[in-house]
């Protein structure tokens, strides 16, 4: 079996406009349990990381390298940061923000431009490349928006939440759909 290994340095980072460009992604899945009835319910849970000083609870994403698109992007950061696989999905859009830790040359003032995309696990990893310096909590959907520490990862969930809303409400009404069936990407 071979190591998973993080990429590191910021040689192949892409930039537009002074803002680094990230790509991340919102890891969920459905949790079965029994209601109080008896009967199975699919609870929606995300999974968040903590930052790498250990404050507060983020989204894994990272910088979005120049021999990789957007979508292998997100997925490799959800592998090295999360230790998730999973079935990525259509981006949820675009938010700036500015970063304390991420200024440069190319971005003094730590300007961040991030595409976020809903991704279906299907996969938890025991070991991955950054175990040792974040853990990974699965949150209920409520518990996930109060943890949100900033407007655009708040705007990333809200986003995410919809899309899978409409998902269901197209299965509903469609047997053929269903939230984990739209995937752009099984990375």
């Given at each position: 079996?071979?190591?998973?290994?993080?990429?590191?340095?910021?040689?192949?980072?892409?930039?537009?406009?002074?803002?680094?460009?990230?790509?991340?992604?919102?890891?969920?899945?459905?949790?079965?349990?029994?209601?109080?009835?008896?009967?199975?319910?699919?609870?929606?849970?995300?999974?968040?990381?903590?930052?790498?000083?250990?404050?507060?609870?983020?989204?894994?994403?990272?910088?979005?390298?120049?021999?990789?698109?957007?979508?292998?992007?997100?997925?490799?950061?959800?592998?090295?940061?999360?230790?998730?696989?999973?079935?990525?999905?259509?981006?949820?859009g675009l938010w700036d923000f500015k970063s304390k830790r991420q200024q440069s040359d190319?971005?003094?003032?730590?300007?961040?431009?991030?595409?976020?995309?809903?991704?279906?696990?299907?996969?938890?990893?025991?070991?991955?490349?950054?175990?040792?310096?974040?853990?990974?909590?699965?949150?209920?959907?409520?518990?996930?928006?109060?943890?949100?520490?900033?407007?655009?990862?708040?705007?990333?969930?809200?986003?995410?939440?919809?899309?899978?809303?409409?998902?269901?409400?197209?299965?509903?009404?469609?047997?053929?759909?269903?939230?984990?069936?739209?995937?752009?990407?099984?990375?």
């Open positions: 079996m071979t190591a998973l290994v993080a990429r590191t340095g910021r040689h192949q980072q892409r930039y537009e406009q002074g803002y680094r460009l990230v790509a991340g992604c919102i890891p969920y899945r459905y949790r079965s349990s029994d209601n109080y009835s008896g009967d199975k319910e699919q609870t929606l849970e995300v999974l968040m990381i903590t930052s790498q000083s250990g404050e507060g609870l983020l989204f894994p994403k990272g910088g979005w390298e120049t021999d990789e698109t957007v979508e292998e992007a997100a997925c490799r950061e959800a592998l090295e940061e999360a230790g998730v696989r999973g079935l990525l999905q259509e981006s949820l190319c971005s003094p003032e730590g300007l961040c431009r991030a595409h976020m995309f809903a991704l279906a696990v299907t996969e938890q990893l025991e070991s991955w490349p950054e175990q040792h310096a974040r853990q990974r909590q699965w949150l209920p959907v409520a518990e996930a928006l109060e943890q949100c520490r900033h407007d655009w990862m708040q705007g990333a969930l809200d986003n995410c939440i919809s899309y899978l809303n409409r998902c269901l409400t197209a299965s509903d009404s469609d047997d053929t759909s269903d939230p984990n069936s739209n995937f752009s990407s099984n990375l």
